[in-house]
C-alpha cells in the first residue's frame, strides 16, 4: 500500500477514487510515563517513553486506514493527514487520527 500525504504521486496516474477511509487510535499513557516525563520537564531532554507511545499509536492508526483501503480495492491512499489529540479525564488519553482518500493507481 503507498501512502502520501500529497493528493497525486508524481508518475502515478489515479485510475479510480474508491473514498474516504480513516484510522484511529487511542492509547491511555501510564503513571511511570507521565511521572519520567515530569522529570524530563524539570531537568530537560526529550520524553523517550512519550514518542514510543506516540510513534506506536500513529503506525496503528496508519495501518488500520490501510487495511480500510485495501479492504475497498485500493492499493493506495493520498492526501493523508495525521492529527494528535490528547482526550478523556485530565488528558489522560492521547489520540492519533488519520484520514485520507483510497485510490486505485
Keep these: ?3 502520501s500525504t500529497t ?5 502515478q ?16 499513557a501510564n503513571f511511570v510515563k507521565d511521572f519520567l ?25 496508519l495501518k488500520e486506514m490501510s487495511d480500510r483501503a485495501a479492504a475497498l480495492g485500493a492499493n493506495a491512499v493520498v492526501g493523508i493527514d495525521i492529527d494528535y489529540e490528547t482526550i478523556g479525564s485530565h488528558n489522560s488519553m492521547m489520540m492519533v ?9
Design 1 to 3: 500500500m503507498l501512502l
Design 7 to 11: 493528493p497525486t504521486i508524481e508518475g
Design 13 to 28: 496516474v489515479i485510475k479510480e477514487y474508491k473514498g474516504i477511509v480513516t484510522g484511529e487510535t487511542i492509547i491511555g
Design 37 to 61: 516525563a515530569g522529570v524530563r520537564d524539570i531537568v530537560g531532554g526529550r520524553s523517550g517513553s512519550y514518542e514510543n507511545v506516540l510513534r506506536e499509536a500513529k503506525d496503528t492508526s
Design 97 to 105: 487520527a488519520t484520514s485520507g482518500t483510497a485510490v486505485v493507481i
